[in-house]
């Protein structure tokens, strides 16, 4: 089944404690993104990744870092964790050619 | 800078209703379009999309939008709401040629629907 799958589905920590939130996707597709998700303010994206090694910014990337060391995973990692950080988060893979984006079921972050 | 607003926070309509969810966006040449839904704790859901050619596109579920290039509107629309359409809907736009990684979301329309 093609899929985008992240873990963990919840996660609660405290300011500072270094976190990773996974992604991976089973579709071989080119694209991945991440976005957060605030209430009122709809979807923004963090980072993306056109393809292996190459990674740019997207509206919101303060805070965040991702990797993109092999195709099919895109991790997102928060070095530093603050409140402000406290979001949903979806995960996004799509192909070069169709550009329909396929999202993961999304990470519930708190921090506290 | 491109820019997607849905005027409606929140929509309520009666089943079997119809439905239309409106979306504007701003940006400086014709961009790729899409709509998205997300029902209650789940991820998003490709609907529709328009990249060119017939400005009335058909998606999944019955729904289909309109795009008019002199509004700068893609508007979502449904003939017969059906109970299980309750959900969130964004608009969303990009890039021509690079829509898939560098999306920018509207804030989204609340649907409910009364019995």
């Known amino acids: 089944e093609a899929q985008v799958t992240q873990n963990p589905r919840y996660l609660i920590t405290v300011t500072g404690k270094k976190l990773t939130v996974t992604c991976s996707q089973n579709m071989n597709h080119e694209y991945m993104s991440w976005y957060r998700q605030d209430p009122g303010l709809g979807l923004r994206q963090i980072y993306y990744s056109m393809n292996v090694e190459v990674t740019d910014k997207g509206d919101v990337p303060e805070g965040y870092k991702v990797s993109r060391k092999e195709k099919r995973n895109f991790p997102l990692i928060l070095e530093s964790p603050s409140p402000n950080q406290t979001s949903l988060y979806f995960c996004?893979?799509?192909?070069?050619?169709?550009?329909?984006?396929?999202f993961g079921p999304g990470t519930r972050l708190t921090v506290t | 800078a491109q820019s997607v607003t849905q005027p409606d926070i929140h929509i309520t309509v009666s089943e079997g209703a119809s439905l239309e969810l409106r979306c504007n966006y701003s940006y400086g040449a014709t961009p790729y379009l899409f709509w998205y839904v997300q029902s209650p704790g789940q991820g998003l859901q490709l609907l529709l999309k328009y990249f060119s050619g017939d400005t009335l596109v058909q998606g999944i579920k019955g729904f289909e939008a309109e795009f008019k290039r002199s509004q700068s509107s893609f508007n979502l629309r449904k003939p017969s709401v059906h109970w299980s359409d309750a959900a969130e809907y964004f608009c969303a736009v990009g890039p021509p040629g690079a829509g898939s990684y560098q999306l920018t979301f509207g804030k989204g329309t609340k649907l409910s629907v009364i019995p």
């Open positions: 996004a893979s799509a192909s070069g050619t169709t550009y329909e984006q396929y």
